[in-house]
């Protein structure tokens, strides 16, 4: 197993103490998220239900006899874990490596404290290096690369990925991301972009970050 492997689950092994009997969690998508939901079985209790940022975190969850609930049906969530591509120290992250950025975004909004679980590769200064998703209605795409090509980035559709909204992902290089609540509105006012994977506006509450000899340290806002 990886180092990096480790790290995830040491920081899964972290988060289970934010989960409380009794309460909806909100649960993002990743490999992080994976090593999260394999833990589930560990808990002295059995989850209520799950707020599912993705049909990948859904399967898993089901699988373990854990009922998946709809938005409609809740007003809020006390607690919603993720991972992330790039956090920050002000815990403004970069998602949707996994594609699944919308969804994330939607069941973070519903949550009154979001935890950031990530291995210590993940946190940088700027936020930029990893290519920021942007998702799409499809006949928008070129529209949306010609746009980000003159905001400076190098833009390019995601091949062979379709989200679980039936939309297309646009990855961006090279933006240096100084001013990440900025950017984040700006790009989202872009004809065609259902949104993109920075998380500034609404980041981390709490990181949980695990190091190198698996120690796990808690960062908060
Ligand atoms: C998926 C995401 C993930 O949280 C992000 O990509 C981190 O994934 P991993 O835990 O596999 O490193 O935003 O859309």
Same mark, same amino acid.
């Given at each position: 197993?990886?180092?990096?492997?480790?790290?995830?689950e040491?920081?899964?092994?972290?988060?289970?103490?934010?989960i409380? /009997?009794?309460?909806?969690l909100?649960l993002? =998508?990743?490999? *992080?998220v994976d090593?999260?939901?394999?833990?589930? /079985?560990t808990? /002295?209790? !059995?989850i209520?239900?799950?707020?599912?940022?993705? #049909?990948?975190?859904?399967?898993?969850?089901?699988?373990l006899?854990? /009922?998946?609930?709809?938005? #409609?049906? +809740?007003?809020?969530?006390d *607690?919603? +874990?993720?991972?992330?591509?790039?956090?920050?120290?002000?815990?403004?992250?970069?998602k949707?490596?996994?594609?699944?950025? *919308?969804? #994330?975004?939607?069941?973070?909004?519903?949550?009154?404290?979001?935890?950031?679980?990530?291995?210590?590769?993940?946190?940088?200064?700027t936020?930029?290096?990893?290519p920021?998703p942007?998702?799409?209605?499809p006949?928008?795409?070129?529209?949306?690369?010609?746009?980000m090509?003159?905001?400076?980035g190098?833009?390019? +559709?995601? #091949?062979?990925?379709?989200?679980?909204?039936?939309?297309l992902?646009?990855?961006?290089?090279?933006?240096?991301?100084?001013?990440p609540?900025?950017?984040?509105?700006?790009?989202?006012? +872009? =004809?065609g972009?259902?949104t993109n994977?920075?998380?500034?506006?609404r980041?981390?509450?709490?990181?949980?970050?695990?190091?190198q000899?698996?120690?796990?340290?808690?960062?908060? !806002?």
């Amino acid at each position: 197993m990886t180092l990096q492997q480790k790290q995830k689950e040491a920081v899964a092994q972290a988060a289970l103490t934010y989960i409380q /009997p009794n309460q909806i969690l909100g649960l993002g =998508t990743g490999s *992080t998220v994976d090593c999260l939901i394999a833990l589930f /079985p560990t808990l /002295p209790f !059995k989850i209520k239900g799950v707020a599912s940022s993705s #049909e990948r975190s859904s399967k898993q969850v089901e699988a373990l006899g854990i /009922p998946v609930v709809n938005l #409609e049906d +809740i007003t809020s969530i006390d *607690t919603y +874990i993720d991972g992330a591509d790039e956090i920050n120290h002000h815990l403004a992250m970069i998602k949707g490596g996994g594609g699944a950025l *919308t969804r #994330e975004k939607i069941v973070a909004a519903h949550a009154k404290q979001f935890v950031c679980i990530a291995d210590e590769s993940k946190l940088v200064e700027t936020l930029g290096k990893f290519p920021l998703p942007i998702e799409v209605i499809p006949m928008a795409a070129h529209y949306v690369i010609r746009k980000m090509e003159q905001m400076g980035g190098k833009a390019q +559709i995601r #091949e062979g990925f379709i989200t679980d909204n039936h939309n297309l992902i646009v990855d961006v290089e090279g933006l240096k991301i100084t001013s990440p609540i900025q950017l984040e509105a700006s790009i989202n006012q +872009i =004809t065609g972009v259902v949104t993109n994977g920075l998380f500034a506006a609404r980041g981390a509450d709490i990181l949980l970050l695990a190091d190198q000899n698996l120690q796990v340290r808690t960062l908060r !806002k």
